[in-house]
């Protein structure tokens, strides 16, 4: 069955350091690959999505992922962390079957001031 | 446009009680689903329809019903409840293309419930 593992629960970083989310999945047929994030108290919201082509894909706020097949990974990276990132972050891919959501549980970003 | 909508933010139940959670949509996505999100467990699909009248069932459908008679509500009910079914339930939207979910989920507030 189609899996999506988040390695971390949460990930503590400062402020204006770097920051590396991972994400995995199992190997599909097709894949369509999403980072949502969810603020505190709020819904999921689109952060970027790997559909097809270049295999690095950006944010408008400063993240972006890249798409590993080989790795099978799609790992979130920013270069410089701000109070404002301070959120939990999804991974998901697009199962095959039924065109379904998978979702990994999620990774909580905590920025240290 | 007001996006997704979602009533109640909070409700408490006692076991056996049943009710309604309320989802309405302004965008005409055809495509709606119900989430259910647990600490550690990310989020789960409970039912999805991909157009007015067709609703199918997600990864954890029992104890809920779903129906769908516009484009633009979708409510979630709960039969009879049980303190397992304390949750957050995001109902989200999305265009869809051939029934098939695209590429971004529209989701909204959330509904915080404790079964008791």
């Known amino acids: 069955a189609q899996s999506v593992t988040q390695l971390d629960s949460q990930v503590p970083v400062f402020e204006e350091a770097p920051v590396e989310l991972r994400c995995n999945y199992s190997?599909?047929?097709?894949?369509?690959l999403f980072w949502y994030v969810q603020y505190p108290n709020q819904g999921l919201q689109l952060l970027l999505k790997?559909?097809?082509?270049s295999t690095l894909v950006e944010s408008i706020n400063g993240f972006e992922a890249e798409f590993n097949k080989s790795q099978t990974s799609f790992h979130l990276r920013k270069p410089s962390v701000h109070i404002s990132d301070t959120a939990e972050y999804f991974c998901?891919?697009?199962?095959?079957?039924?065109?379904?959501?998978?979702w990994g549980a999620g990774t909580k970003l905590i920025i240290k001031p | 446009n007001a996006g997704v909508t979602q009533t109640p933010k909070f409700q408490v139940l006692k076991t056996g009680q049943s009710m309604t959670l309320q989802c309405a949509q302004d965008?005409?996505?055809?495509?709606m689903s119900w989430y259910r999100q647990d600490p550690g467990m990310g989020l789960r699909l409970i039912h999805y329809?991909?157009?007015?009248?067709?609703?199918d069932q997600g990864e954890v459908p029992n104890g809920y019903n779903v129906s769908r008679s516009t484009t633009e509500d979708f409510p979630l009910r709960l039969l009879s409840a049980a303190p397992s079914q304390t949750s957050v339930y995001f109902c989200?939207?999305?265009?869809?293309?051939?029934?098939?979910?695209?590429?971004?989920?529209?989701f909204g507030p959330g509904t915080r419930l404790t079964v008791t």
């Open positions: 329809s991909v157009g007015a009248g067709i609703t």
């Open positions: 190997s599909s047929v097709s894949v369509y």
């Open positions: 790997y559909l097809s082509g």
């Open positions: 965008m005409n996505h055809e495509y």
């Open positions: 989200a939207s999305s265009y869809s293309v051939s029934g098939q979910v695209p590429y971004e989920q529209y």
């Open positions: 998901a891919v697009r199962r095959d079957s039924n065109y379904q959501l998978i």
